[in-house]
């Protein structure tokens, strides 16, 4: 059974920090492309980050360049997002998912193979 168990949300101020995990199971975790997807009431699905099969190539949406980094550790089959200096519209449900692929599409619609279950991010003083 393929498995993308997402963790690590929660309530933070303006300026902190998080750290998501996505633990995969199921699937060649190595193979795939992998997406930070998020979601808010109202905003529809925003695509965050990205990073290839390798982990050595990534892309980030303009809105968070420079406050998160994406990471991967193949030996473990997890994937990170760590959030830096969060602002209030980052708040959302953040979602790990993978690619059909191991490389990552920044097209504007995309199709995603696997989804975990999302872990909410709030971000209010």
């Known amino acids: 059974e393929v498995q993308l168990v997402d963790s690590g949300g929660g309530l933070v101020q303006p300026g902190g920090s998080l750290r998501l995990s996505c633990a995969a199971s199921g699937f060649t975790f190595r193979a795939y492309a992998l997406y930070w997807v998020r979601e808010a009431p109202g905003k529809g699905r925003e695509r965050v980050s990205a990073?290839?099969?390798?982990?050595?190539?990534?892309y980030y949406a303009d809105y968070v360049k420079g406050r998160f980094t994406i990471s991967r550790d193949n030996a473990k089959n997890t994937l990170y997002l760590q959030l830096n200096s969060l602002k209030t519209e980052d708040t959302a449900m953040y979602y790990c998912?993978?690619?059909?692929?191991?490389?990552?599409?920044?097209?504007?619609?995309?199709?995603?193979?696997?989804w975990g279950q999302g872990t909410q991010v709030s971000v209010s003083s």
């Open positions: 998912a993978s690619d059909y692929t191991g490389v990552f599409s920044v097209g504007p619609s995309h199709e995603y193979k696997y």
């Open positions: 990073i290839n099969s390798g982990g050595d190539s990534t």
